[in-house]
């Protein structure tokens, strides 16, 4: 006899019973129901599929955006004694083989894998064998192209469909307007619209907006020794606020995406162990991040939409207790945020430009087909065209979108490193530079074949047996090389991109209608930040409801503006509010009629002027009989 939900839910995790919406979105799963499951961060949107899928027969097939948090999701179960696996670019093909053979004769129950991996030839043809049971797709506002993260890839998911016309989707996200859940309704072909949604109220977190001319000043007023997150806007800034952090007694560590995997692995792992309590991080520093006692999250910078800031506020107080969200606001920074984001969209002039001198310089001719994989010099291309390399990346980026273009990130894991001279010479430059003693010395003792032959090495290591930094090793042998001391040829990670199409001409390019309403939608994106941040009278959490499609008429009275509000009024103004919220609750009443309702309890004059200040804020209507209503948006 097969396991209930209840039983596999204390078998492999412990639990006793579900959060809220979680029973119910599995038993549409079960149901063999498309559904669309709109939990907001850290509402264990994953036991949604993982519970079913091992009730269910044959294999769930999960589909993630991130490498790392497939890894880790797969660890995870298989420590619970799931049998779960994932592929992604890491794998030897023999192991993919491997793994797909396992799904469609063994006995794996969730398959972990990248959009990017549903294109492959050999996971199609294994797909069209495999007992499904149901696909998820994990951060499913990627689909849509109105959508905060549009990935161009996640298109493809919809292939799944044709290949097996009765697999079922059940779609989850923590972020999505009514306008993007209805798009990746339409993306994953549901048959009926089918969303369970949770509302995106966070009542424990309190959201400010500090403006501010010093940012790093008021940073050090009110920062405090608990778990939190400072959100930047570059690698540099991300660095030197760290810095200035440590500097100042913080103990801080700094978080980007040009890291290497394993330093980024190691930096998680410091801060979720506590060994040090603030992160400083770009937007990489996102999706699979679940630390219950985050206190704190600042945004240095503006965000560029409500929906990064909504999720990535709701990293905090995930453990129900109450939590910080602030934005440090200079005077200038809403005018830099536009700038921002109309930078980031290319014109077609600009893409015609860098694609022409690409194809040129890797000699492609149009109506070229190839399966090869061409690499991108950021660096080389804006040194011979004369454009920021920012521009030429999101120039890129944009061909991927349109579909000219496929991407992906190929890594040389090691650094290799080869001496240039002998003993002698070294030795020479040593009585004069004997900063870089250690460093030599060490080289030369750990590797015996490095005079003759490129030895890979770990910079993380070397650093850690010199206790000092990576990026003071990092430095150390480029001085070397520089020097030509040794040849450092340091590990780094590069796109590849390949031709969907045989190479078109350049006066074929062009950008469809979807893209350029994107682009405009984005501009939008970013002026409600604009307005969100600029205001001071409006409930911010009613603020966020109202963006997600969703209606409040109570203040959170935890936000800067409520908090204001509450104490600019007297004691009693919340309990004469919400009363007249009961009395006007069916039907609209004038003001007469109200003094009535109140005439035993508060004095005439005192609803007199709580009336005045709801009219002033625009939180009730009159109408032109005088009866008196609340704002449907309030």
């Known amino acids: ?121 050999i996971f199609k043809d294994r797909f069209k064998k495999m007992d499904i049971s149901f696909i998820a797709v994990d951060e499913a506002h ?37 306008l993007v859940s209805k798009d990746i309704q339409k993306q994953l072909k549901f048959n009926i619209g089918n969303i369970i949604q949770k509302s995106f109220l966070r009542t424990n977190i309190n959201y400010k907006v500090i403006s501010c001319i010093n940012k790093t000043f008021v940073l050090k007023k009110i920062i405090l020794d608990e778990c939190t997150i400072i959100y930047v806007r570059s690698r540099k800034q991300a660095k030197d606020i760290s810095d200035f952090l440590n ?10 995406a040009g890291l290497t995997n394993e330093e980024r692995i190691k930096k998680q792992t410091s801060w979720i162990k506590n060994e040090y309590k603030i992160i400083v991080a770009t937007n990489a520093f ?15 910078e503006l965000p560029e939409s409500i929906e990064s800031f909504y999720q990535e ?19 200038s920074d809403e005018k830099h945020l536009i700038e921002r984001i109309k930078f980031k969209q290319i014109n077609l002039d600009i893409v015609k430009k860098v694609f022409q001198h690409f194809c040129n310089y890797h000699q492609i001719p149009i109506g070229y087909n190839s399966e090869k994989y061409y690499e991108l010099d950021y660096d080389l291309i804006s040194n011979r065209i004369n454009l920021p390399k920012k521009q030429i990346y999101y120039a890129f980026k944009m061909l991927i979108r349109e579909n000219y273009l496929t991407e992906r990130k190929n890594i040389n894991h090691n650094s290799k490193i080869k001496f240039n001279c002998d003993t002698e010479n070294i030795n020479y430059f040593l009585e004069k530079n004997s900063d870089f003693e250690k460093i030599i010395d060490l080289l030369i003792r750990s590797y015996d074949d490095i005079w003759n032959n490129y030895i890979s090495v ?129 039907e609209a009443k004038t003001a007469k009629e109200i003094y009535i ?24 209507n009159v109408d032109k009989k005088n009866r008196i209503s609340f704002n449907k948006l309030t």
Not at 47 to 71: E, R, T
Not at 166 to 176: E, R
Not at 597 to 620: A, G, Y
Request: glycine share 4%; hydrophobic share 35%.
């Open 458 to 586: 770990n910079e993380t290591i070397i650093a850690e047996r010199l206790q000092l930094t990576k990026v003071s090793v990092v430095s150390k042998l480029n001085m070397l090389h520089q020097l030509k001391i040794i040849t450092y040829l340091q590990n780094k990670e590069s796109l590849n991109v390949q031709f969907l199409n045989p190479r078109p001409d350049i006066n074929q390019l062009h950008f469809t209608s979807s893209t350029i309403q994107n682009q405009e939608n984005e501009i939008k994106k970013a002026y409600y930040v604009t307005q969100f941040s600029r205001n001071i009278v409006d409930c911010r959490n009613k603020l966020l409801l109202n963006y997600f499609g969703e209606k409040s008429l109570d203040n959170c009275d935890n936000c800067d503006n409520c908090s204001k509000n509450i104490n600019q009024y007297s004691s009693s103004f919340k309990v004469i509010l919400n009363a007249m919220k009961i009395i006007l609750r069916y």
């Open 313 to 331: 506020s709701g990293r905090a107080g995930r453990n129900g207790k109450s939590a910080y969200s602030i934005i440090l606001k200079e005077s």
């Open 142 to 178: 990627c689909i849509s192209q109105w959508g905060n993260d549009f990935r161009p890839k996640y298109k493809n998911i919809a292939i799944l469909k044709q290949i097996n016309k009765d697999v079922k989707f059940i779609a989850l996200t923590a972020t999505a307007t009514k």
């Open 286 to 300: 996102g999706m699979g991040i679940d630390k219950p006692d985050v206190k704190t999250v600042i945004h240095y």
């Open 1 to 121: 006899m097969k396991e209930n939900k209840f039983q596999i839910l204390n078998k492999f995790w412990g639990y006793k019973s579900f959060r809220p919406l979680q029973e119910e979105i599995i038993d549409q799963v079960l149901l063999r129901n498309d559904i669309l499951a709109l939990l907001p961060t850290g509402g264990g949107k994953s036991l949604c599929f993982q519970i079913p899928a091992l009730m269910m027969d044959g294999v769930c097939v999960v589909i993630s955006p991130l490498i790392a948090l497939m890894q880790d999701q797969v660890d995870s179960l298989k420590k619970r004694g799931i049998n779960a696996e994932f592929l992604n670019s890491t794998l030897s093909h023999k192991n993919i083989d491997r793994i797909l053979d396992n799904c469609i004769y063994g006995n794996i129950k969730l398959l972990y894998i990248s959009p990017e991996r549903i294109e492959s030839r």
């Open 597 to 620: 309702e109140f005439s035993d309890v508060v004095p005439r004059e005192k609803i007199k002027q709580t009336l005045r200040k709801l009219l002033e804020n625009e939180v009730i």
């Open 247 to 256: 500097e100042n007694n913080y103990k801080s560590d700094f978080y980007h």
